[in-house]
Antibody
Framework: QLQLRESGPGLVKPSETLSLTCTVS??????????WGWIRQPPGKGLEWIGS???????YYNPSLKSRVTISVDTSKNQFSLKLNSVTAADTAVYYC?????????????WGKGTTVTVSS | DIVMTQSPDSLAVSLGERAAFNCKSS????????????LAWYQQKPGQPPKLLIY???TRESGVPDRFSGSGSGTDFTLTISSLQADDVAVYYC?????????FGQGTKVEIK
């Protein structure tokens, strides 16, 4: 059964870069049926799609974050990664990685457990 | 962006009773060429990631109990739990994937009365 696991620092200083990695197990990130996405959830709030990537490296970002986001893929490690630069307290959230069905903004059928990132000095 | 608005924000239902709550999109998420509504529902329990329940507005994800059902078309959708169980206490989110960026409703919190 496919599993996703987020990893990375839980604390990031304001103005620095948040970096997270999602490791895919029991499945291949190179499966051409799926896209791989990042979603975040600020404390006590709703869900926000950050962006997605295809195994070929094609990326798609939410315009609201596009200027600060980079998503990349490493098929040899079965991983994809998120970088969010110039972070502020508003970027404090639980960050999830997930698998999109068929199209990069479609529904997500497999999610990681999430990792909490706090932006604070 | 398509704005998704859920109602109510919370509701309390007795065990075994029916729970129904709504999701409204700021524009239609029905694609006329294939007659599909690009709408999904998720369940999120405290400390857990969202779990996909329903996609294409009414297709139940594999393994989801049949007490969960989705209905609606165009801009107005409903998730119904036919007989509420204690395990159903959660926040439920709708998501539109008709257009990018995909967007979510603010959630409806379901509790036991």
């Amino acid at each position: 059964q496919l599993q996703l696991r987020e990893s990375g620092p839980g604390l990031v200083k304001p103005s620095e870069t948040l970096s997270l990695t999602c490791t895919v197990s029991a499945g291949s990130i190179s499966d051409n049926t799926y896209y791989w996405g990042w979603i975040r959830q600020p404390p006590g709030k709703g869900l926000e799609w950050i962006g997605s990537i295809y195994f070929s490296g094609n990326t798609y970002y939410n315009p609201s974050l596009k200027s600060r986001v980079t998503i990349s893929v490493d098929t040899s490690k079965n991983q994809f990664s998120l970088k969010l630069n110039s972070v502020t307290a508003a970027d404090t959230a639980v960050y999830y990685c997930a698998r999109h069905q068929k199209i990069y903004y479609y529904y997500m059928d497999v999610w990681g457990k999430g990792t909490t990132v706090t932006v604070s000095s | 962006d398509i704005v998704m608005t859920q109602s109510p924000d919370s509701l309390a239902v007795s065990l075994g009773e029916r729970a129904a709550f709504n999701c409204k999109s700021s524009q239609s998420v029905l694609y006329s060429s294939n007659n599909k509504n690009y709408l999904a529902w998720y369940q999120q329990k405290p400390g857990q990631p969202p779990k996909l329940l329903i996609y294409w507005a009414s297709t139940r994800e594999s393994g989801v109990p049949d007490r969960f059902s989705g209905s609606g078309s165009g801009t107005d959708f409903t998730l119904t739990i036919s007989s509420l169980q204690a395990d159903d206490v959660a926040v439920y989110y709708c998501q539109q994937y008709y257009d990018t960026p995909t967007t979510f409703g603010q959630g409806t919190k379901v509790e036991i009365k």
